[in-house]
């Protein structure tokens, strides 16, 4: 399975692309009295981010802009935090990211400031104990008279572990499950869980919804295994287990020719499929590993479509012995 840059901000990114989606976010999981104030009808997500690339391994953001029902447009800064525990200063994040969001009035000479509500939304597996309160970051021990001359604002605080993802349009419920359960030990049961909630979407958006939700997971929890995924499948929509496989296949082996053009593309389809394999079968064996490395880029592909059929080490065994004849090698 590939390791993919940055896993959290491509999901999460991924999930708010729709407009429905990141409507029902807004509808139900924010202050319901700011909510009454929101003509959700008419919302526009904003592509840009304000994270320098650096630090989003550790933050993804979203900025929406809303109509107000007063007249007038408010945004809606979304700071996603990766870390599995919080960060302290995460307050002062937000305070640089809400500055840029303003800085085209200081340029333009231009007030009143857009009105910005802010939230951070925080998956991690440690409680949240920091204050929401920017002001906290400040220590007034014998200068009190100094709080009323200093910022401060708060952001509003979305913990998809203490909240329960029951409420929204099925993609969003199965994305915030999703990011519910990926560092817990829980995962493997909960995949259920996702699958049934994503049959729910239209029937040609399934198989693509499923196959984002599992290459964001097996790049983020180790064990989440091959054979854990087809049993759920099977479960869940037998009817397009094969289908999803053989796509989810194809864009792992994709992801690595992507990625082999600096390292060789066959080099890290090899890898890829080696991963599959070992993690279907067990260990192979030295013999039969350096088989599966001298296979073309073609030959993999192949072998990645065909394994959802193997039921034994011996398909794979057959299926080898078919493909490197001896005038196959020469």
Same mark, same amino acid.
């Given at each position: 399975m590939t390791d993919l840059p940055n896993p959290h901000d491509r999901f999460f990114k991924e999930l708010f692309s729709q407009l429905d989606t990141a409507a029902d976010f807004v509808r139900y999981y924010l202050p319901e009295d &700011? +909510? =009454?104030t929101l003509d959700l009808t008419q919302l526009e997500i904003i592509k840009e981010s304000f994270i320098d690339e650096e630090l989003r391994q550790y933050f993804s953001d979203l900025l929406i #802009? +809303?109509?107000l029902k007063r007249g007038g447009e408010v945004f809606i800064y979304i700071l996603l935090e990766h870390k599995s525990s919080p960060d302290d200063l995460v307050a002062l994040q937000l305070l640089v990211y809400l500055a840029q969001i303003w800085l085209p009035n200081l340029r333009s000479k231009t007030k009143p400031l857009p009105l910005v &509500?802010? %939230?951070v939304f925080y998956h991690g597996d440690e409680d949240w104990? %920091?204050?929401r309160s920017f002001n906290a970051l400040f220590d007034f021990t014998g200068l009190e008279s100094l709080r009323e001359y200093t910022v401060d604002f708060k952001h509003h605080l979305c913990d998809v572990s203490k909240v329960e993802v029951t409420k929204g349009e099925p993609r969003l419920r199965a994305g915030m499950t999703t990011l519910k359960y990926s560092r817990s030990d829980e995962l493997p049961s909960r995949l259920r869980e996702i699958f049934e909630t994503v049959k729910q979407l239209p029937e040609g958006r399934i198989s693509g919804y499923i196959r984002t939700v599992l290459i964001y997971l097996v790049n983020v929890k180790n064990n989440l295994t091959w054979e854990i995924i087809e049993l759920e499948l099977?479960? @869940?929509l037998p009817e397009q287990k094969g289908e999803i496989m053989k796509s989810l296949a194809e864009?792992?082996?994709e992801e690595g020719e992507q990625k082999g053009v600096q390292i060789g @593309? /066959? /080099?890290e389809a090899a890898k890829l499929t080696l991963r599959l394999l070992h993690q279907r079968f067990g260990i192979l064996g030295a013999e039969l590993d350096e088989r599966i490395r001298s296979l073309s880029t073609e030959q993999l592909e192949t072998l990645i479509e065909a394994l959802s059929s193997f039921t034994s080490k011996d398909d794979l065994l057959v299926w080898l012995d078919k =493909?490197? #004849?001896p005038e196959a090698q020469s």
């Amino acid at each position: 399975m590939t390791d993919l840059p940055n896993p959290h901000d491509r999901f999460f990114k991924e999930l708010f692309s729709q407009l429905d989606t990141a409507a029902d976010f807004v509808r139900y999981y924010l202050p319901e009295d &700011f +909510v =009454e104030t929101l003509d959700l009808t008419q919302l526009e997500i904003i592509k840009e981010s304000f994270i320098d690339e650096e630090l989003r391994q550790y933050f993804s953001d979203l900025l929406i #802009k +809303v109509r107000l029902k007063r007249g007038g447009e408010v945004f809606i800064y979304i700071l996603l935090e990766h870390k599995s525990s919080p960060d302290d200063l995460v307050a002062l994040q937000l305070l640089v990211y809400l500055a840029q969001i303003w800085l085209p009035n200081l340029r333009s000479k231009t007030k009143p400031l857009p009105l910005v &509500f802010p %939230v951070v939304f925080y998956h991690g597996d440690e409680d949240w104990n %920091v204050s929401r309160s920017f002001n906290a970051l400040f220590d007034f021990t014998g200068l009190e008279s100094l709080r009323e001359y200093t910022v401060d604002f708060k952001h509003h605080l979305c913990d998809v572990s203490k909240v329960e993802v029951t409420k929204g349009e099925p993609r969003l419920r199965a994305g915030m499950t999703t990011l519910k359960y990926s560092r817990s030990d829980e995962l493997p049961s909960r995949l259920r869980e996702i699958f049934e909630t994503v049959k729910q979407l239209p029937e040609g958006r399934i198989s693509g919804y499923i196959r984002t939700v599992l290459i964001y997971l097996v790049n983020v929890k180790n064990n989440l295994t091959w054979e854990i995924i087809e049993l759920e499948l099977e479960t @869940a929509l037998p009817e397009q287990k094969g289908e999803i496989m053989k796509s989810l296949a194809e864009k792992w082996i994709e992801e690595g020719e992507q990625k082999g053009v600096q390292i060789g @593309a /066959q /080099q890290e389809a090899a890898k890829l499929t080696l991963r599959l394999l070992h993690q279907r079968f067990g260990i192979l064996g030295a013999e039969l590993d350096e088989r599966i490395r001298s296979l073309s880029t073609e030959q993999l592909e192949t072998l990645i479509e065909a394994l959802s059929s193997f039921t034994s080490k011996d398909d794979l065994l057959v299926w080898l012995d078919k =493909e490197m #004849k001896p005038e196959a090698q020469s």
